[in-house]
């Protein structure tokens, strides 16, 4: 039966407790008094178990639902304050030998064109992100044993920390490859990778073994435990995710947070990041070809459940949404974004014309870095480039405790404020600089510690004088 500190994930995310549930959830989705007990120990912001969510996510009554995106919210200004991080994926290859269905560099598809980058490619993207303002990356490729195999993700990464541009250098290579095994994932602790990402896709095993019918990502236990293996080989900054539209998006977020139960169980740490992709339009992928997509309310109440669920944790939203959705779901949860990204291999240093469909799925916000940026501050967000934690070894439980504690504000803020003003003076628009700078002057006032406020005040007069990356 369901035990979270089992270390077999097929004990842990069980189908037939992830039923009971949903069976649960659906006979409580109106009932005030529990949906009203949940909401005062989420109000506790320790979380909630995958039972007690998911009830809140089946609720139906207009009132309580309210206040469950006003607790989300909140829970999201306590944790992570106004600060929202950019980063941006980066496609290193699309060979691939998996039979994904939904993902169009699985290795039937003969149409698009397989690339892989060279170390001298991988540099003129770097020098292109590096170029826009980019300071954390995610590395995304293909499973190809012969084509990307580790040594090569290896050396890529050695190669993007070591690219010295211009303003300074690539401070966080966060890795979305496939699961792996511990040897491996030690070595990509041991080349500095901060976050290991992997989505699970779905938890629904039956339809997991049909939505990946062949290749080494068929075997769902291997890629259910991948983020077990991945702590065992020292990697304690894990994110995990589904794939929104491939099965029922409750059965995937009761999947997710018994997930998460787990990690934290078994582990000592819960997931780092956890990011809610939708599937989208791709080369041979008709996303209406598969029957779970969701509307915009219900992806806006899967957010706000998991803020409050797992209330330490990061949200990430790609561009694969639009500009209005990322809006909604930003003030409801998300606390990372990517911004100005290319989902085909090469495509910034060169973007392929529209018609090359060479990329992983179409995006939907394609608006510049700048603004971006411009648009999250004028909402009051403070846009982040900050990497600190995990340069200083604040990962893991160290991150997580500091998360818990509510101290991150006094930590993150400041750091955020430094790393915006780096890129106000190196990238920015003069409009976006102007309003940079009055956020700035307007923020660092927050801070409550005087000593750290008058430090971050020096840091910031420094920065300005052409001093950059304060550790
Ligand atoms: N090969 C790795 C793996 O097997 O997990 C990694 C990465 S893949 C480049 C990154 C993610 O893109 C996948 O985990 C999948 O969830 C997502 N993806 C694939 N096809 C997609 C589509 N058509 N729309 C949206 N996301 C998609």
Known sequence: MYDPKSPHAEDFINHDEILATLAYADANATNAELIDTIITKAELRKGLSHREASVLLACTLEDRNQKIYALAEQIKKDFYGNRIVMFAPLYLSNYCINGCVYCPYHLKNKRIPRIKLSQDEIRREVIALQDMGHKRLALEAGEDPVNNPLEYILESIKTIYSVKHKNGVIRRVNVNIAATTVDDYRKLKDAGIGTYILFQETYHKDSYEKLHPTGPKHDYKWHTEAMDRAMQGGIDDVGIGVLFGLERY???????????????????????????P?????????PSSFDNGIN????AKIVACIRIAVPYTGIIISTRESQSCRERVLHLGVSQISGASRT??????????????????????????????HWLMNMGYIPSFCTACYR???TGDRFMSLCKSGQILNCCHPNALMTLKEYLMDYASPETRRIGEELIAREIEKVPREKVRDIAKRNLAAINDGQRDFR
């Open 250 to 276: 409750r059965y995937e977020y009761a999947g997710l947070l018994m997930h998460a139960e787990h990690l934290e169980a078994a582990m000592g740490v819960g997931p780092h990041t956890i990011s809610v």
């Open 278 to 286: 939708r599937i989208k339009a791709a080369d041979d992928v008709d």
């Open 296 to 299: 915009e309310d219900t992806f």
């Open 344 to 373: 085909s291999v090469g495509g910034y240093a060169d973007p392929e014309p529209d018609d090359a469909k060479s990329e992983q799925f179409e995006l939907s916000d394609r608006r510049t870095l700048d603004e971006i940026v």
């Open 392 to 394: 200083e070894g604040r």
